[in-house]
């Protein structure tokens, strides 16, 4: 909906000001006061034991299709409805405060990275009003999952009759899940992730000494030189806080922070020496709006992106916070069902649903024997296959493993990897 080219420049810029503003927790800026403030805000997020962040467009259809219109994404009318429709929502908790939550660590053994045992999450994906179309979580060993199908395809214009048929040959509990029921099972059947002929997950990369540490130092040089920080009064009732920053040296700076992480972390891959050409050569902004001293939203307007968009055509992007949320709990009512069940039914549920959006006369849609192409569906991946999959940077190694795990073969994800990208 938005092209490429947008989204790259978000993530280098809009993702590492929030990032690098993110660092002020450690208490690295106190020069201004501004500055003090988000410091504050985002230490008090820390000592929390529960956390909550709902990402959204702040904007009306009409809005939406302008900003295409203006910027040549062309996206229509039911795109902007769509856009402007939902929100993504991702929660944590834990019996400690989540600063002290350890980051998953594998065991060295070929084993799956382990989570740390008292962390819960989930992440859903909600009409503005609130009802849930598609909703994970994670509990303890346990994962669930549900869906509302009609709701979601409805957003994209979707029949529901048609809908129906994809998941009508499914067992009772995924057909349940796909209409808004809990199903669960267990999470390591999932996290683990399996490499050719189930050789499993690879052991977690070890950096050599001094490197995270150097890596901390050079993330603190750019949050206190690169960025800006300007207390703007008040906007309906809250704090507002300006955090500028140059888009194209952030950028160009974070390829450096980050560059003697490559030869730890092959995944990582070759990083490029300077900003890609669509990062813009100016000066980008957000705010931070703080409640009371707290954290309560980060909005960035993707308008700044494209320098043909101008101020006439704001496309706010808003990540509202809450602290102190309610613990991530397990469903009382989840189904359960195994690890095969899943698999089996989710890779020919993807297949069918992929073929219906391609269309299965599309080119490489698979081999003429029926075969599905190299693999044939759900056949384990070569690591040449995984490094093609993983080549246009839409999806990493840990998705790609995942989703053959769960029955999709090669062409399925290439599949899904375009429409990503």
């Known amino acids: ?29 106190q020069q201004l006061s501004a500055a003090d403030k988000v410091s504050t805000a985002f ?7 529960s956390l909550s962040a709902k990402v959204s467009v702040d904007a009306t259809v009409e809005q939406i299709e302008a900003f295409g219109a ?24 834990a019996d400690k405060p989540l600063k002290d939550v350890q980051p998953s660590k594998g065991a060295g053994n070929g084993e799956a990275p382990k989570p740390d045992a008292s962390l819960s999450s989930s992440v859903a994906l909600t009409g503005k009003d609130g009802a849930s179309l598609v909703e994970l979580r ?5 994962a669930f999952a549900r869906a509302d199908l009609a709701a979601f395809g409805s957003l994209f214009g979707e029949d529901p009759a048609e809908l129906d048929a994809f998941t009508k040959d499914l067992p009772a509990a995924l057909q349940g899940a796909l209409k808004g ?35 901390a130092a050079s993330l603190k040089d750019i949050l206190t030189h690169d960025l800006s920080f300007e207390d703007k009064g008040k906007q309906d009732g809250k704090e507002r806080i300006t955090v500028t920053a140059p888009a194209r040296k ?16 092959p995944n990582l891959g070759k990083l490029p ?10 000066n980008l902004s957000l705010d931070v709006l703080l409640d009371g001293g707290a954290l309560s939203a980060v909005t960035f307007d993707l308008a700044q992106l494209d320098a043909k968009a101008g101020t006439a055509t704001p496309l706010p992007l808003r990540i509202a916070f809450a602290k102190d949320a309610p613990a991530v709990q397990a469903p009382a009512d989840a189904a359960t069902i195994s690890a095969e069940e899943l698999g089996s039914a989710f890779g020919d549920f993807a297949t069918g649903f992929t073929e219906g959006l391609l269309g299965s006369g599309a080119e490489g849609a698979g081999a003429s024997d029926g075969s599905d192409g190299p693999g044939g569906a759900g056949a384990p991946l070569t690591d040449a ?6 080549a246009g940077g839409a999806l990493n190694e840990e998705q790609v493993r995942l989703y053959n795990k769960l029955g999709m073969s090669y062409q399925d994800i290439k599949d899904l990897a375009a429409m990503g990208s």
């Open 273 to 282: 020496k300077s900003a890609p050409s669509d990062v813009p050569d100016r």
């Open 181 to 215: 029921k809990w199903i669960g099972f267990d999470a390591k059947d999932l996290t683990e992730t399996g490499g050719p002929a189930g050789a499993g997950a690879s052991p977690a990369p070890t950096l050599a000494p001094g490197v995270e540490d150097g890596l």
């Open 43 to 49: 230490d008090k997020l820390g000592r929390s034991k």
């Open 1 to 29: 909906m938005i092209r490429r080219s947008a989204r790259t420049t978000l993530v280098a810029a809009a993702c590492s000001a929030v990032l690098a503003t993110g660092l002020a927790a450690c208490g690295t800026v």
């Open 138 to 142: 994670q509990v303890g060993e346990r």
């Open 70 to 93: 203006a910027t040549g994404a062309k996206i229509d009318k039911e795109s902007a409805s769509a856009l402007a429709a939902v929100s993504l929502s991702v929660a944590f908790s």
């Open 385 to 390: 296959q995984v490094k093609e999959l993983t």
């Open 250 to 265: 952030v950028a160009d700076d974070l390829l450096k922070a980050f560059e003697p992480l490559t030869k730890d972390i």
